[in-house]
T-cell receptor
């Protein structure tokens, strides 16, 4: 148990659906992250939020829309996804965004786009 | 930008043997190198990390070595146990104001009883 929870754990959606992934951290951290993990590819950073402000958008398509209402919650809104977006989406948090801050990961949401 | 290569992609060892996973990085300015263990359904957890001001760090059966000149770092697990079976990721922090870890592709370690 890392102190970072993600829901749902599994999600199957069609290309026309709209869904949201949720992440919550109980560690009192100020920074939160979304990563995409595809088979046989490195973990890819998608977004970084620090004190609810987005500090990184790693050239992510607009069909992925993050939301960070407070430092404890992070959402990833999904709409009109493509089959190649099927992957494990990991959320992480850290004390801050200074280099060397340990990141704590959630268990991930396994997303399948049909 | 930073690029991290990790080898091997799969590794199978007998219980009690040692396991070594190697990573190389491209950005000489990177100075933080964590290793994560990912178990199914449990998420990824930091198991050890090293900063560029040291060459080796050890924590019980796990050690990490760093060669800044050659730009590579390695994870060493001694006296492996079946519960060490997992996917291991190395990472390096690249330049920039935010924590922008770049990860390797992962190594699936299987420890056979």
């Amino acid at each position: 148990e890392t102190g970072v929870t993600q829901t749902p754990r599994h999600l199957v959606m069609g290309m026309t659906n709209k869904k949201s992934l949720k992440c919550e951290q109980h560690l009192g951290h100020n920074a939160m992250y979304w990563y995409k993990q595809s088979a046989k590819k490195p973990l890819e950073l998608m977004f970084v939020y620090n004190f609810k402000e987005q500090t990184e958008n790693n050239s992510v398509p607009s069909r992925f829309s993050p939301e960070c209402p407070n430092s404890s919650h992070l959402f990833l809104h999904l709409h009109t996804l493509q089959p190649e977006d099927s992957a494990l989406y990991l959320c992480a948090s850290s004390q801050g965004i200074d280099r060397g801050n340990e990141q704590f990961f959630g268990p991930g949401t396994r997303l399948t786009v049909l | 930008g930073e690029n991290v290569e990790q080898h091997p992609s799969t590794l199978s060892v007998q219980e009690g043997d040692s396991a070594v996973i190697k990573c190389t990085y491209s950005d000489s300015a990177s100075n933080y190198f964590p290793w994560y263990k990912q178990e199914l359904g449990k998420g990824s957890q930091l198991i050890i990390d090293i900063r560029s001001n040291v060459g080796e760090k050890k924590d019980q059966r796990i050690a990490v070595t760093l060669n800044k000149t050659a730009k590579h770092f390695s994870l060493h697990i001694t006296e492996t146990q079946p519960e060490d079976s997992a996917v291991y990721f190395c990472a390096a922090s690249s330049q920039g104001g935010s924590e922008k870890l770049v990860f390797g592709k992962g190594t699936k370690l299987t420890v056979n009883p």
